[in-house]
């Protein structure tokens, strides 16, 4: 009873924020919604923006912030609250700059600044628009005088010719995009937004990304975009170029008389506690810490100190640039001196303040004395004070360097600079041997976690910048949404009017329990900051499915040991530890699944993970504790307690049962084989509908006069296409982003006029709309289409090998469980044999389904629909597998199908009621979820039937068959021994 009030107070308190942020985000929505109901997605994101910082909870005194209640709310995933929508392009220039060795020739920049010009108008790749420019401005010189450098021997000299230099300058790019997509895909993942989107524009060296949930732009623009050059520098204090920074400081001092409020006021200086307070007083009284370096106190910047480096106003920083910047200024201060800006602004009362450090870069090189290349491990720590850090782990090589380093500058500063802002400027204390460091620096936790991530995935092999950002909606779109929710509340509403028509008083416990299960799942997923997708539905359906199992287990039991003649209290005690070995092995082999494919997984199959481990935990805690709290209290009487665990209508049914199963074990053999195999062999020949995630398309952005519903017409226009269609809102609700995989394989300019023509005419059709060319001239009923490109597939093949390993390891853990347990390994073979049968019944039953007319998509979720269908088949074959070793302990090996058949007996009520209470939740999904849903639902009410047909008729009888073969072995050695 504690351990229940203080989750569900811990749950109640998570949740409370996802209420409050819901609210926000209602009000925002409102705001930018005009007369016609249309919605402006950047205006509401603007609304949510201007109250980031802003206090919009109180919760029993304590004030949060927007960003506060956003951190800690139930996220969702891309396809349930839609995500921001970005579009980075890698720049090639610095690639052909880096290729040719920064050649100062005047032709080749020419060619490059002509060729980045046209790249501005045009989707042409780059390699070709430079190639044009060159031809154009070079007089007839070859590229090799330019690309034979020292760097590319081997690969390019004075004989190359340009084809041949430019068929190089083309795979480097390629090979970049390349290597940008997967380190971007890398920083996402570790990011930890649930489920993105992530695909290349093909023929260009473009990116798109989608981020579900975007709740602080500038931090995923921070992510995309940084180049991640880290660097350590040796800090030149103050006094190594006084002279030189007063000449600075006079011009600073000139500019601020000139530009001198009108009221003849000087700027007040602030009280600076968090950074030099003594200092910032000594200042304000006139002492001498600025005279001893000759300085005035600037009046047009916060000037503060000497040995810390400049502070001043961050409204400032601008105009230094630009005084920095200019000729008199730069000839000034040495040439082996750089001014770097910290990262990250300090407060003080009510201003914040940058640092500006003195880096010395002999003769301006760019080169560090030690690089970020060096590192081969980073992640967020704490330091010894508990403040938020990043450890870092050099190699061999780095390690040397480093102990060089700091051996050199004891008492000094090393700046630690990441992309030509310093992190922090720690004084090094004395020589660190080892290559295991530390940043440390005024990070938030958060912040410590971007950059641990940003090093550990590496640099990006050249810059890039986001061309295109907006807010699109969810992949399901807002109508399906609503229609899964209603459906699955419907779903579990019947479910309760079953179990207490069957289990009469148990059935309200086994709801309870079942309430608090799902309960517990959101809070913990709130907790956790984990986000909830429909992969995690799917994890969700799953746990209901186990929870229910788990009651139905333990009241069987309990009805069983009442026939038995036990009383009310020794019934109850015995149905509770007899089930518990039951619930304990289904619920740690489908746990052990969840955190394999958790480790191993990407995407989808992560989400489903996830969710599929908090629910485990959470329903065996339902279940077996809470559950055993609510039956003990009910029975607090003794045998005179008014419990019943069955009705008029229960009573007495699926008792008793003699049905042999294993004498058709050899038909049910055959007919699994004959589905299996005739729905592979439909798949072969008729292919199968693989949604865009898997197949990439052609994209189009759709604008109409009003706002259209985006799931009909994804409907709709799956009705008009051979391809997958995916339909999402783009940066308002009368705008939306129509992708297709309609002659996805065919790269002609005619395959593309094509498409956009059946897309015109399929969204013409649907929605009743005209469509026009001009979108300025939108009216009542007209659409026009505003841009299209073509992009690959979100589900890379990365992606699906990680899946497919995962699967494996997945299953050796299930094979290698059973065996611990069950002590056979014939059950484990027979475990893993029906999860095969299983998976492969699934997509042969889509197979068959697509050929009698009924065609659905195989995307992301069916993955999460096929780890489901695992998840609950493991579980069913586990239960049966407890009752037979139960059965083989008590009266041994003989009559080993008769044990067999008598297990399958004993469990059928559990298995049935388990299957229906389950199947009702997803046939309703099925029949009321909407058409987006339909192959959703589809997949997981084969799985359920299919899951538990194979506990009976597949994992049972193959573990009769291979330990029938070792018995009879075992007979015929016995026979041929000596009496």
């Given at each position: 009873?504690?351990?229940?009030?203080?989750?569900?107070?811990?749950?109640?308190?998570?949740l409370?924020?996802?209420?409050?942020?819901?609210?926000?985000?209602?009000?925002?929505?409102?705001?930018a919604?005009d007369?016609?109901?249309?919605?402006?997605?950047?205006?509401?994101q603007?609304?949510?923006d201007s109250?980031?910082?802003?206090?919009v909870?109180?919760?029993?005194?304590?004030?949060?912030?927007?960003?506060?209640?956003?951190q800690?709310?139930?996220?969702?995933g891309?396809?349930?609250?839609g995500?921001?929508?970005?579009?980075?392009e890698v720049?090639?220039?610095?690639?052909?700059?880096?290729?040719?060795?920064?050649?100062?020739?005047?032709?080749?920049?020419?060619?490059?600044?002509?060729?980045?010009?046209?790249?501005?108008?045009?989707?042409?790749?780059?390699?070709?628009?430079?190639?044009?420019a060159w031809?154009?401005?070079?007089?007839?010189?070859?590229l090799?005088?330019?690309?034979a450098?020292?760097?590319n021997?081997?690969?390019?000299?004075?004989?190359?010719?340009?084809?041949?230099?430019?068929g190089?300058?083309?795979?480097?790019?390629?090979?970049?995009i390349?290597?940008?997509?997967?380190?971007?895909?890398?920083?996402?993942?570790?990011?930890?937004?649930?489920q993105?989107?992530i695909?290349?524009i093909?023929?260009?060296?473009?990116?798109?990304?989608e981020?579900?949930?975007?709740?602080?732009?500038?931090?995923v623009?921070?992510?995309?975009?940084?180049?991640?050059?880290?660097?350590?520098?040796?800090?030149?204090?103050?006094?190594?170029?006084?002279?030189?920074?007063?000449?600075?400081?006079?011009?600073?001092?000139?500019?601020?008389?000139?530009?001198?409020?009108?009221?003849?006021?000087?700027?007040?200086?602030?009280d600076?506690?968090?950074?030099?307070?003594?200092?910032?007083?000594?200042?304000?009284?006139?002492?001498?810490?600025?005279d001893?370096?000759?300085?005035?106190?600037?009046?047009?910047?916060?000037?503060?100190?000497?040995?810390y480096?400049?502070?001043?106003?961050?409204?400032?920083?601008?105009?230094?640039?630009?005084?920095?910047?200019?000729?008199?200024?730069?000839?000034?201060?040495?040439?082996?001196?750089?001014?770097?800006?910290?990262?990250?602004p300090?407060?003080?009362?009510?201003?914040?303040?940058l640092?500006?450090?003195?880096?010395k870069?002999p003769?301006?090189?760019?080169?560090?004395?030690?690089?970020?290349?060096?590192?081969?491990?980073?992640r967020?720590?704490?330091?010894?004070a508990?403040?938020?850090?990043?450890?870092?782990?050099?190699?061999?090589?780095?390690?040397?360097?480093?102990?060089?380093?700091?051996?050199?500058?004891?008492?000094?500063?090393?700046?630690?600079?990441?992309?030509?802002?310093?992190?922090?400027?720690?004084?090094?204390q004395?020589?660190?041997?080892?290559?295991?460091?530390?940043?440390?620096?005024?990070f938030?936790?958060e912040?410590?976690?971007?950059?641990a991530?940003?090093?550990?995935?590496?640099?990006?092999?050249?810059?890039?910048?986001?061309?295109?950002?907006?807010?699109?909606?969810?992949?399901?779109?807002?109508?399906?949404?609503?229609?899964?929710?209603?459906?699955?509340?419907?779903?579990?509403?019947?479910?309760?009017?079953f179990?207490v028509?069957?289990?009469?008083?148990?059935?309200?416990?086994?709801?309870?329990?079942?309430?608090?299960?799902?309960f517990?799942?959101?809070?913990?997923?709130?907790?956790?900051?984990?986000?909830?997708?429909?992969?995690?539905?799917?994890?969700?359906?799953?746990t209901?499915?186990m929870?229910?199992?788990?009651?139905?287990?333990?009241?069987?039991r309990?009805?069983?040991?009442?026939?038995?003649?036990?009383?009310?209290?020794?019934?109850?005690?015995?149905?509770?530890?007899?089930?518990?070995?039951?619930?304990?092995?289904?619920?740690?082999?489908?746990?052990?699944?969840g955190?394999i494919?958790y480790a191993?997984?990407?995407?989808?199959?992560?989400?489903?993970?996830?969710?599929?481990?908090?629910g485990?935990?959470?329903?065996?805690?339902?279940?077996?504790?809470?559950?055993?709290?609510?039956?003990?209290?009910?029975?607090?009487?003794?045998?005179?307690s008014?419990?019943?665990?069955?009705?008029?209508?229960?009573?007495?049914?699926?008792?008793?049962?003699?049905?042999d199963?294993?004498?058709?074990?050899?038909?049910?053999y055959?007919?699994?084989?004959?589905?299996?195999?005739?729905?592979?062999?439909?798949?072969?020949?008729?292919?199968?509908?693989?949604?865009?995630?898997?197949?990439?398309?052609?994209?189009?952005?759709?604008?109409?006069?009003?706002?259209?519903p985006?799931?009909?017409?994804?409907?709709?226009?799956?009705?008009?296409?051979?391809g997958?269609?995916?339909v999402?809102?783009?940066?308002?609700?009368?705008?939306?982003?129509?992708t297709?995989?309609?002659?996805?394989?065919?790269?002609?300019?005619?395959a593309?006029?094509?498409?956009?023509?059946?897309?015109?005419?399929?969204?013409?059709?649907?929605?009743?709309?005209?469509?026009?060319?001009?979108?300025?001239?939108?009216?009542?009923?007209?659409?026009?289409?505003?841009?299209?490109?073509?992009?690959?597939?979100?589900?890379?093949?990365?992606?699906?090998?990680?899946?497919?390993?995962?699967?494996?390891f997945?299953?050796?853990?299930i094979?290698l469980?059973?065996?611990?347990?069950?002590?056979?390994?014939?059950?484990?073979?027979?475990?893993?044999?029906?999860?095969?049968?299983?998976?492969?019944?699934?997509?042969?039953?889509?197979a068959?389904?697509?050929?009698?007319?009924?065609?659905?998509?195989?995307?992301?979720?069916?993955?999460?629909?096929?780890?489901?269908v695992?998840?609950?088949?493991?579980?069913?074959?586990?239960?049966?597998?407890?009752?037979?070793?139960?059965?083989?302990?008590?009266?041994?090996?003989?009559?080993?199908?008769?044990?067999?058949n008598?297990?399958i007996?004993?469990?059928?009520?559990?298995t049935?009621?388990?299957?229906a209470?389950?199947?009702?939740?997803?046939?309703?999904?099925?029949?009321?979820?909407?058409?987006?849903?339909?192959?959703?639902?589809?997949?997981?009410?084969?799985?359920?039937?299919?899951?538990?047909?194979?506990?009976?008729y597949?994992a049972?009888?193959?573990?009769?068959?291979?330990?029938?073969?070792?018995l009879?072995?075992?007979?015929?050695?016995?026979?041929?021994?000596?009496?």
């Amino acid at each position: 009873m504690f351990f229940t009030v203080i989750i569900t107070a811990l749950c109640l308190y998570y949740l409370s924020f996802t209420l409050v942020s819901n609210g926000v985000q209602k009000r925002a929505t409102e705001y930018a919604t005009d007369a016609s109901g249309n919605v402006d997605f950047a205006k509401r994101q603007s609304y949510l923006d201007s109250v980031w910082r802003e206090p919009v909870y109180n919760f029993l005194g304590f004030r949060f912030t927007y960003q506060e209640v956003k951190q800690t709310e139930l996220g969702l995933g891309l396809d349930l609250q839609g995500g921001m929508h970005v579009t980075l392009e890698v720049s090639p220039v610095e690639i052909v700059r880096g290729l040719a060795g920064n050649s100062k020739d005047a032709e080749f920049n020419r060619a490059i600044e002509l060729a980045s010009e046209r790249a501005k108008t045009t989707n042409d790749k780059y390699v070709n628009l430079f190639s044009q420019a060159w031809r154009e401005v070079s007089g007839g010189k070859n590229l090799n005088t330019i690309f034979a450098t020292a760097a590319n021997r081997g690969r390019i000299s004075l004989e190359t010719s340009d084809a041949d230099i430019l068929g190089i300058i083309d795979t480097e790019v390629e090979n970049a995009i390349d290597r940008s997509f997967n380190i971007l895909r890398t920083r996402i993942d570790r990011f930890g937004t649930s489920q993105p989107n992530i695909q290349r524009i093909q023929g260009s060296g473009r990116i798109q990304i989608e981020l579900p949930g975007v709740d602080n732009q500038e931090r995923v623009r921070n992510l995309l975009q940084g180049v991640a050059k880290l660097q350590f520098w040796e800090v030149a204090e103050i006094n190594e170029f006084g002279d030189a920074l007063q000449q600075v400081n006079a011009i600073l001092v000139a500019e601020a008389r000139a530009n001198k409020p009108a009221s003849g006021s000087e700027p007040a200086l602030a009280d600076t506690t968090d950074l030099e307070s003594d200092l910032a007083r000594q200042l304000a009284e006139g002492s001498d810490s600025g005279d001893d370096l000759g300085l005035e106190v600037s009046p047009l910047f916060s000037l503060l100190k000497a040995n810390y480096g400049l502070v001043y106003e961050i409204r400032d920083t601008l105009a230094i640039n630009r005084i920095l910047n200019r000729e008199d200024v730069r000839a000034i201060l040495p040439r082996d001196i750089r001014l770097l800006w910290s990262v990250k602004p300090q407060r003080a009362d009510n201003m914040e303040l940058l640092e500006l450090h003195a880096i010395k870069a002999p003769r301006g090189s760019d080169q560090a004395p030690l690089e970020g290349d060096v590192i081969t491990d980073a992640r967020q720590s704490y330091d010894q004070a508990s403040r938020p850090a990043v450890s870092m782990q050099m190699n061999a090589d780095g390690a040397r360097r480093w102990r060089k380093l700091t051996s050199e500058n004891i008492g000094r500063r090393i700046a630690v600079v990441l992309d030509d802002y310093v992190y922090t400027a720690p004084t090094v204390q004395g020589e660190i041997p080892s290559g295991q460091s530390e940043i440390t620096g005024n990070f938030s936790i958060e912040e410590a976690k971007d950059l641990a991530n940003i090093l550990k995935s590496g640099a990006l092999p050249a810059p890039t910048r986001i061309v295109e950002e907006a807010i699109v909606g969810p992949t399901l779109g807002k109508e399906a949404s609503r229609q899964g929710v209603n459906s699955m509340i419907a779903g579990l509403l019947l479910v309760v009017l079953f179990m207490v028509a069957y289990y009469a008083k148990g059935g309200f416990v086994a709801i309870a329990a079942l309430l608090f299960n799902i309960f517990f799942i959101l809070g913990i997923l709130a907790q956790l900051g984990a986000a909830l997708t429909l992969p995690g539905i799917a994890g969700i359906v799953l746990t209901i499915g186990m929870s229910i199992d788990a009651n139905v287990l333990i009241f069987e039991r309990i009805k069983e040991e009442l026939r038995n003649g036990a009383g009310m209290l020794q019934a109850i005690s015995a149905g509770y530890d007899k089930a518990f070995s039951a619930i304990l092995d289904s619920n740690v082999t489908t746990f052990l699944t969840g955190a394999i494919l958790y480790a191993l997984g990407q995407g989808p199959v992560k989400g489903f993970a996830i969710v599929l481990m908090i629910g485990i935990a959470s329903s065996f805690f339902s279940a077996v504790f809470i559950t055993r709290v609510i039956v003990h209290w009910m029975s607090k009487k003794g045998d005179q307690s008014k419990v019943s665990f069955s009705t008029p209508i229960s009573t007495g049914l699926l008792n008793n049962l003699n049905i042999d199963f294993l004498s058709k074990r050899k038909f049910a053999y055959l007919i699994s084989t004959g589905v299996i195999v005739l729905g592979l062999l439909i798949a072969v020949v008729n292919g199968l509908k693989f949604g865009v995630d898997f197949t990439g398309g052609r994209y189009y952005i759709v604008e109409f006069s009003e706002a259209v519903p985006a799931s009909e017409l994804k409907v709709g226009l799956d009705n008009e296409f051979d391809g997958a269609v995916e339909v999402k809102t783009y940066g308002a609700n009368n705008v939306l982003k129509v992708t297709t995989s309609y002659l996805i394989n065919e790269d002609s300019d005619e395959a593309n006029r094509e498409v956009e023509v059946r897309v015109r005419e399929g969204i013409a059709a649907v929605t009743g709309f005209t469509f026009i060319s001009d979108a300025t001239k939108l009216s009542s009923g007209d659409f026009a289409i505003t841009g299209s490109n073509k992009v690959g597939a979100t589900v890379a093949d990365d992606i699906k090998a990680s899946s497919m390993e995962a699967m494996f390891f997945a299953l050796v853990a299930i094979f290698l469980y059973i065996l611990l347990r069950f002590r056979k390994w014939q059950f484990s073979l027979a475990s893993i044999i029906a999860l095969v049968h299983d998976t492969f019944f699934v997509v042969a039953a889509f197979a068959i389904a697509s050929a009698l007319g009924a065609t659905f998509e195989i995307d992301q979720v069916f993955i999460a629909a096929v780890l489901t269908v695992i998840g609950y088949s493991i579980n069913d074959t586990v239960i049966v597998f407890d009752r037979i070793r139960e059965n083989i302990t008590n009266k041994g090996t003989n009559r080993l199908v008769a044990l067999f058949n008598d297990a399958i007996n004993q469990t059928m009520a559990r298995t049935l009621i388990t299957s229906a209470t389950t199947l009702i939740v997803v046939l309703v999904l099925l029949v009321f979820g909407g058409e987006v849903l339909r192959g959703f639902s589809f997949a997981l009410l084969i799985g359920v039937l299919v899951g538990t047909y194979s506990s009976i008729y597949i994992a049972t009888p193959v573990v009769v068959d291979l330990m029938k073969r070792e018995l009879e072995n075992e007979s015929k050695e016995t026979a041929k021994k000596p009496a």
